[in-house]
Each structure stands twice: as C-alpha cells, then as structure tokens.
C-alpha cells in the first residue's frame, strides 16, 4: 500500500490545517487496518495524533482531541485529518500511515509533508 499527504505548506495561526491522505494499492475499507496521523516537529520526536479506523471509528491523542478531527472518503480513497486552531507550534512534518492491526505496530508511511505555522 501507498500513502501520499497533501495540503498547504503555510497556514496562518488560528486557522485549521486541512491535510489529505491518498492510499493507492489497498482500500481504506480493508478489515484490520487502521489510518493514522503522525507528526513530527523541528528538533523533537514523533508524535501520534490519531487514527480512523477500517470500520469508520476515530480514536484521538488526548492532548489534541479538543483540536483534532479525522475523517476518510471512501469513494476517493482517502482519509482527511482537520487541526483547528493552529499555533507556531503546530508547525511539523506530517505524515499518514498505516498498519494492520494483526502484525503489531510495523507500519507504512508516507513521505511527509512540511506545515509551518506563520503569519
């Protein structure tokens, strides 16, 4: 399977960040397998926000949930994740995943995308 995110490089603080996940080679839809969105900002480790699952349910980092929001489009192929309310510090590599849920945590990514929070 093939992830590929998309959305702007810049976003203004208090703005919502929008960013897609595209998956090409496996439907969303496929049981056992859950959707994630994972960042990374400058200097610091990896962070897991949250995560759609095959069946629809969403389950989110208690430390974003107030902001976060994670939907798919099934005719497209896609999972969508909203951060409302941005600040600088939002500003992170973000990347979408994937992993069936029967092999642990060995997961798929896709490449990243560059977010910085500027006015």
């Known amino acids: 399977v093939q992830l590929q995110e998309s959305g702007p490089g810049l976003v203004k603080p208090s703005q919502t960040l929008p960013l897609t996940c595209t998956v090409s080679?496996?439907?969303?839809?496929?049981?056992?397998?859950?959707w994630t969105w994972i960042r990374q900002p400058p200097g610091k480790g990896l962070e897991w926000m949250g995560a759609?699952?095959?069946?629809?349910?969403?389950y989110y980092s208690p430390s974003l949930k107030s902001r976060t929001s994670i939907s798919r489009d099934t005719a497209k192929n896609q999972f969508i994740l909203q951060l409302s309310s941005v600040t600088p510090e939002d500003t992170a590599v973000y990347y979408c995943?994937?992993?069936?849920?029967?092999?642990?945590?060995?997961?798929?990514w896709g490449q990243g995308t560059q977010v910085t929070v500027s006015s």
């Open positions: 759609i699952f095959d069946s629809g349910s969403t």
């Open positions: 995943a994937t992993r069936d849920r029967r092999e642990g945590n060995n997961y798929s």
């Open positions: 080679g496996g439907s969303i839809t496929t049981r056992y397998y859950t």
